[in-house]
């Protein structure tokens, strides 16, 4: 059965770093998606990565998958306030059901 | 209308009590889910509907009972909970057509069980 990993598990950053968030999955997943929440909210979709080489970028995030490794990243480029959530990827294979990694809380400070 | 919306938001009930959580869509998609969320977790699937045929139950206790009344609505019925049954409720949807579909997520109902 798949299973996804991420991590860090929490990341603190301050404002203007970049770091890298890891989902590593076990067996083959054929596509991959990032998710957002913030605290006591519901999940907010970021990208839908489908194919390996696949990168997708919006503002300050951008996400890529390679399936050969089955590893995707979320690149954070200055860090702002703002993206203080937690972020979680999930995969899936051939069926409706996604499976969620652990997520990454990441607190971004001053 | 882009949204999933759930009712309530919030809902507090003893372990004897009857109680219903719903969602609605009115994106046209045909495929809705249920997530439990448990603080600090991932969600993790209940049940999927895909066309309002129950196509996924992740052995979910028959205290938890799910009803598609019609492509819009999803409701989960809630009898003879526990208080680890407590948690956030997230309902989701996607267009249904393919698995490579998005699934998009509600606000959640936050269920407390005394």
């Known amino acids: 059965e798949l299973k996804v990993e991420q991590n860090p598990l929490f990341l603190s950053m301050q404002e203007g770093k970049n770091y890298t968030i890891y989902c590593n999955y076990s067996?083959?997943?054929?596509?991959l998606y990032w998710y957002r929440q913030d605290p006591g909210k519901s999940l907010e979709s970021l990208f839908v990565?489908?194919?390996?080489?696949a990168v997708k970028q919006e503002g300050r995030l951008m996400a890529s998958l390679d399936t050969k490794a089955r590893l995707s990243t979320l690149h954070i480029t200055a860090a702002v306030h703002d993206l203080s959530a937690t972020y979680f990827c999930?995969?899936?294979?051939?069926?409706?059901?996604?499976?969620f990694g652990t997520g990454t809380r990441l607190q971004v400070f001053p | 209308d882009t949204e999933v919306t759930q009712t309530p938001k919030h809902l507090v009930m003893g372990m004897t009590n009857k109680k219903s959580l719903k969602c609605e869509q009115h994106?046209?998609?045909?495929?809705m889910y249920w997530y439990k969320q448990k603080a600090k977790k991932p969600p993790e699937l209940m049940f999927v509907?895909?066309?309002?045929?129950?196509?996924i139950n992740e052995s979910v206790p028959s205290r938890f009972s799910p009803e598609c009344p019609n492509s819009s609505l999803l409701n989960l019925h809630l009898h003879a909970l526990q208080p680890e049954d407590s948690a956030l409720y997230l309902c989701?949807?996607?267009?249904?057509?393919?698995?490579?579909?998005?699934?998009?997520f509600g606000p959640g109902t936050r269920l407390t069980v005394l």
């Open positions: 999930a995969g899936s294979y051939n069926t409706d059901k996604l499976i």
């Open positions: 067996t083959t997943s054929d596509r």
């Open positions: 994106m046209g998609h045909r495929a």
């Open positions: 990565l489908l194919s390996n080489g």
């Open positions: 989701a949807s996607s267009p249904g057509t393919s698995l490579f579909d998005e699934q998009f």
């Open positions: 509907y895909s066309y309002e045929k129950l196509s």
